[in-house]
């Protein structure tokens, strides 16, 4: 048992030799570790309140708050590791390089931060506007640093991610989007006739934006027909639903002033309306 008992002694005088030369340190760089980041926390909020008061993005604002904290959080752990006798130079070099190496691993997500931040900055939409970008349509229900979501008509949620906006040709219409429609009459029909009976079957209807007017009117001409124009502008939230609807009161309408449409081998013919 004496071989024990001398072992036992040994852990006990190296911990106390270790308590009396490193405690004092140890308890130091622990309680500078605990206030660091209290403090480092405490300033990231105070920076997401102070954003906030000044009317800055969410987003950017915690954002904001989120780097001031881990810079802070950064600089405690390199004091308390000094404090311990470390050196820290090895330390930072090796994070420099494990820095650049993995830039190339994220170099995707990194570019959506980019673009999101310049998003936040220049506010290009904002939530509730309806935008067109990448051949898709939707009112913008979230913007974050990575990406941008989308709602349609449906209520289908749309991610794209942000590097895919910037630099792209964006069209920002608001809560609303416009409708273009043609409708081909015979060339012996009365246009007019046929635009005042469009007019006054669309303009009746719900759905349509109140503050801009219908449009009717000659938009071209074809081999022995007339191209009616249609232009409109309804809420995207019913895009298609209210454009079926118009669709079906135009057609009732022409039918009942007795305006034929284009006819050719016998198929009514009306022209594809364009992408809008």
């Given at each position: 048992m004496?071989p ?50 000044r009317n ?7 954002f ?5 904290k ?13 404090n311990?006798?470390?050196?820290i ?29 310049v ?8 939530v509730?506007?309806t935008?067109?970008?990448q051949?898709v ?9 990575a ?29 609303h ?36 007017p ?19 502008w309804?809420?995207t ?13 135009a057609?009732?309408?022409?039918k ?11 198929t ?9």
């Open positions: 004496e024990q008992l001398q072992m036992v002694t040994n852990i006990i005088d190296v911990a106390s030799e270790f308590a009396i030369a490193y405690g004092l340190q140890l308890i130091g760089a622990l309680v500078i570790l605990l206030i660091g980041l209290k403090f480092a926390s405490f300033l990231g909020r105070r920076v997401v309140a102070l954003c906030e008061r800055i993005d969410i987003t950017l604002s915690r904001a708050g989120n780097v001031v881990i810079v802070l959080v950064m600089i405690v752990v390199i004091i308390t590791l000094s311990f006798g470390i050196d130079a090895p330390l930072v070099a090796l994070g420099g390089a494990a820095a650049f190496g993995i830039s190339f691993a994220v170099q995707g997500p990194l570019s959506n931060y980019g673009a999101g931040l998003i936040i900055l220049t506010r290009p939409f904002t509730g506007d935008v067109l970008v051949g349509t939707g009112l913008v229900d979230e913007v974050t640093l990406h941008t979501i989308l709602i349609g008509e449906d209520s289908e949620k749309i991610t794209i991610p942000n590097r895919k906006i910037v630099g792209e040709i964006l069209v920002n219409s608001d809560g989007r416009i409708v273009e429609s043609q409708i081909v009459i015979a060339a012996d029909s009365d246009p007019e006739e046929a635009i005042t009976a469009i007019e006054a079957a669309v303009s009746g209807l719900s759905g349509l934006a109140a503050d801009e219908v449009q009717v009117g000659i938009h071209d001409f074809s081999f022995g027909g007339i191209i009616l124009g249609l232009r409109y309804v809420p939230s019913r895009y298609y639903r209210t454009r079926y609807e118009v669709n079906s009161a057609h009732r309408a022409l009942g002033a007795g305006i034929e449409l284009l006819k050719a081998g016998g009514t013919i009306l022209a594809t309306p364009p992408s809008s």
